[in-house]
């Protein structure tokens, strides 16, 4: 058997650069591996917290310092077998040598790299050094010039995370370290090198799955594997042994009544379990494991049938003639529509034949040094992905590939992922041969690593790249390297699941909202037009109308709550009327010179929401409509399903300490956009919309239950001044019944006969119930601002639990808008409304509590006392 000695824990760091003084100087403290440089030096007190306030600025020498790490290790003896040093990570440019003897040579972040140290190990005391060039060391000779690149050009030659070179959510901050596990491993005259299970088939009789085992053996004695699957429970439905010959062994195990995996909301997530065991004639050589799932994934894409909704719709898009460009990446405006007659066409997700309607997000790095990131943050963020409704997340191709953590949590809590290659908004090398070769090493072993998990539907190429071309087009920026790369090796390591040469990806433009797929982050500047230059009165149908067949980002925005905000700045600048340091924390595009992110965000709030009278009050408003946008959004994808697959918001949680995209803040707290996704993804929903076409407001229901729902409906006016009692000015009550995975008009109610009660006093409220549960959705004929709204009289009524989890129950007298918990806890609902006289019963848990980490003593909870909770509305 393979033996394995960890060379994880404690280190020695040394660093040689210029001074602020213009010095030669050197550092030496203790590290940590695994780890990155900023860390140990935040550790040691070298550098100021990067998260806070402005300090990422007095860190930028880092950067441009060599850094070496260093540590002893002992061996009693010079084990039997070959010894092996493996690196899970390196960051990125590395020299290793072993007792002085330089082993090798690394430049790129996402290779495992495994040296053969036969002969350079002995018995006793053993030196292993690790040096880091700086980034600018490893370009030497590299010519960047002329390579287009958001942000910055010289990180396209560097292999290593994208986004922390600074993008529009992360300042720079580029590290170096052992920035995952290190160890040495004594490896047999043989080893099982790789596993891989997949489904070929699925039907009545039940399932086909592909089974592979590759090796490396350095004997010519006979080697012989055993192989077995054991199911869910831990039963042994299916096993083998065979006589290896060469290096590989394929085989088809047949396996009835299996067990399927699904996405969350379409069945469960049994996993199987898949053992190799590898034996000559002294005994067992080697063993491995891997779980996996048994279901099957394709995306569909059927052209719209002459005289559908979907082809009526297409055409309406594409008579709006839409035109954008992300900021800096192109000089013109470019014509996202420009397929002629050339039908549109759907973009759908089948899981085991089935459709998945895909709501999530784009997941990005936790932290600029991703190796600072436990388990349990990965398991706190992927339960409130799940929690709010989500079934998938887009791993974007400016990050990492994710661990073993991420990855896992998402195949037992059934969310399907897919998978950008390390590749983001630019022109990179594909004519350089050390480049390349670098890239190849690293998708083969990202696919290798990754193509067991169930949860991973689709490969997709890169972000971005070839956005502003055609499908067609011959040599548009990452067509070779799809081609000859990532789209070739998938195709030979990973015949299970699509492959996308790029995102967007589909017509002409490669951001063609009728055709494939279509970001509408690159629609960006209209959007902000928008903003800017309309009153938003008809914010509602705007929203309604950015559709696509499938949108990998949809660019949404708002502020953390206060108590995110004090940990990255102080109270005087949460005070300070200009918003500074908010602004510096929200980041921003160059190409956005005269209204950056956070101006658009700011000018959102100020003609959504009414006026305030302090900067927490604006702040407030500014998560606020990012709750409200976020919740519009999702409704009108979800009415329009037969039309487009899925939505995914850009971007779920955040790198840095930041202000801006994310759903979730950097701490794990959730944002305003959170809810609102939450709120209008769960499984069956009420939405309305004023359909001016037809002269309605239409009540839709939108199921994504797998079987047909009915239930009854209601829909009322009330009177934002009254109570309980007396609110109510008009209802009408109504059936309804909708089709399996289906959204229906369950009552249109003639525009005129509303039009006369609607008010700015007044709200159309309308609520769903069945044996699927229910839910409430509310319309006001006006801006939110405009809102005559009576004092509330809101209050907290109980409270149970206590410091780290428990419940708050809320009521008010008269309707009460956005009412809003704070505190530094995680609510299961913020930011909804209140009907006169409403009781809501909201849970809360301590983020300690949320993530299964220890907590310190919290803050007490007690009725209508203000420490720990804070509770807030419009009135």
């Not at 602020?20 to 590290?31: C, F, L, Q, T, V």
């Not at 190849?440 to 169930?454: Q, V, W």
């Not at 005087?572 to 929200?586: C, G, K, Q, S, V």
């Not at 525009?751 to 839910?775: K, P």
């Amino acid at each position: 058997m393979r033996r394995s000695i960890m060379l994880t824990g404690a280190w020695q760091l040394e660093g040689e650069g210029i001074d602020a003084s213009g010095k030669e100087a050197k550092i030496a403290i203790g590290a940590q591996v695994p780890g990155h440089v900023h860390q140990d030096l935040l550790g040691a007190g070298l550098i100021a917290d990067p998260g806070y306030r402005k300090q990422a600025d007095d860190c930028q020498w880092v950067e441009h310092w060599r850094w070496t790490y260093r540590r002893t290790f002992e061996l009693e003896r010079l084990e039997p077998g070959r010894p092996l040093l493996e690196f899970e990570g390196l960051d990125t440019y590395a020299e290793i040598e072993v007792n002085g003897v330089r082993v090798a040579r690394t430049d790129n972040m996402f290779v495992r790299y495994r040296f053969d140290v036969s002969g350079l190990l002995r018995a006793g005391t053993n030196e292993l050094v690790v040096r880091f060039r700086t980034v600018a060391e490893g370009l030497a000779g590299k010519s960047y010039a002329g390579l287009g690149a958001a942000f910055t050009s010289e990180r396209l030659f560097v292999r290593r995370m994208q986004c922390t070179f600074g993008w529009d959510w992360v300042g720079r901050l580029v590290s170096y370290g052992i920035w995952r596990p290190v160890r040495l491993v004594f490896e047999e005259a043989a080893a099982i090198d790789d596993l891989f299970v997949y489904t070929k088939a699925l039907d009545a009789r039940g399932a086909s799955l592909a089974v592979a085992v590759e090796t490396t053996s350095r004997t010519v004695e006979p080697l012989r594997l055993s192989l077995a699957i054991a199911d869910p429970a831990g039963r042994v439905v299916w096993q083998a042994e065979r006589r290896l010959n060469g290096g590989k062994l394929e085989l088809t195990a047949d396996l009835a009544e299996p067990e399927l995996w699904w996405p969350a909301g379409y069945g469960g997530q049994p996993l199987y379990t898949f053992v190799a065991k590898l034996y000559d004639k002294s005994g067992l050589l080697d063993e491995r494991s891997r779980t996996f799932g048994i279901r099957t994934v394709r995306i569909e894409q059927l052209a719209d049938r002459e005289g559908s909704a979907e082809e009526r719709i297409t055409a309406k898009i594409r008579a709006q003639g839409t035109t954008g460009k992300e900021a800096g990446d192109n000089p013109d405006d470019t014509v996202w529509e420009a397929n002629g007659q050339r039908p549109g066409s759907g973009f759908r997700l089948l899981v085991n034949g089935v459709p998945v309607f895909c709501k999530g997000a784009n997941w990005v790095p936790c932290d600029p040094f991703p190796s600072s990131v436990p388990d349990s943050h990965y398991a706190h963020l992927l339960r409130l992905a799940r929690d709010a409704g989500m079934t998938m997340l887009r791993c974007w191709g400016g990050g990492i590939y994710e661990p073993e953590p991420f990855w896992d949590g998402c195949d037992r809590l059934g969310i399907v992922v897919f998978q950008d290659f390390m590749m983001a908004c630019g022109t990179y090398p594909e004519s350089d041969r050390d480049w390349t070769a670098s890239l190849t090493a690293e998708i083969e072993g990202a696919i290798r690593a990754l193509r067991n998990h169930p949860s991973l539907v689709w490969w997709n190429g890169d972000n971005e790249n070839g956005m502003f071309a055609g499908e067609e087009d011959p040599d548009y920026p990452g067509r070779a390297i799809a081609e000859r790369i990532t789209g070739r090796l998938c195709a030979a390591l990973d015949p299970s699941r699509p492959f996308q040469p790029t995102s967007p990806y589909g017509g002409s433009t490669n951001n063609s909202f009728t055709i494939g797929t279509a970001h509408y982050t690159a629609a960006l500047f209209e959007m902000f037009d928008v903003f800017r230059n309309t009153d938003l009165r008809d914010y509602r149908s705007y929203f309604a109308g950015l559709l696509s067949r499938f949108c990998p980002e949809f660019p949404l925005f708002g502020t953390p709550e206060i108590h995110t905000l004090r940990r990255m700045m102080n109270d005087e600048d949460l005070a300070d009327p200009t918003y500074d340091m908010i602004e510096y924390h929200t980041k921003n595009h160059p190409g956005l010179k005269d209204f950056s992110l956070f101006r658009a965000l700011r000018t959102l709030a100020d003609k959504l929401a009414p006026p305030v009278s302090s900067t927490v009050e604006h702040i407030r408003h500014m998560s606020f409509v990012q709750r409200e946008l976020t919740r519009l959004t999702v409704e009108a994808y979800r009415r329009n399903r037969h039309y487009t697959g899925g939505l995914l918001f850009w971007m779920f949680n955040d790198c840095w300490p930041a202000s801006g995209w994310s759903l979730v803040d950097y701490y794990g707290y959730p944002k305003g956009g959170y809810y609102g996704f939450q709120k209008a993804a769960r499984p069956v929903i009420a939405s309305i919309e004023k359909n001016a076409e037809a002269g309605t407001y239409d009540c839709w229901v939108c199921s994504d239950k797998p079987e047909q729902i009915r239930g009854t409906g209601r829909v009322r006016v009330l009177n934002l001044a009254g109570s309980a009692e007396d609110a109510e000015v008009w209802s009408k009550a109504f059936d309804f019944a909708v089709g399996a995975e289906a959204s229906t008009v369950a009552e249109a109610i003639p525009a005129a006969e509303l039009d006369a009660l609607l008010d700015h006093g007044r709200v159309l409220v309308m609520e769903v119930a069945g044996g699927f549960g229910e839910d409430r959705c509310d319309y006001f004929a006006g801006l939110p601002a405009e809102m005559k709204l009576a004092p509330s009289g809101l209050r907290i009524a109980s409270r149970s639990g206590g410091p780290k989890a428990g419940s708050v129950t809320v009521t008010s007298d008269r309707y009460a808008k956005a009412v809003l918990l704070h505190g530094a806890f995680v609510f299961a609902d913020n930011y909804f409304d209140l009907l006169p006289g409403e009781r809501r019963t909201i849970e809360y848990r301590s983020l300690e509590a949320a993530q299964g980490t220890e907590a310190g003593d919290g803050p007490e909870i007690e009725p209508g006392n203000e420490r720990g909770i804070e509770l807030s509305g419009w009135n």
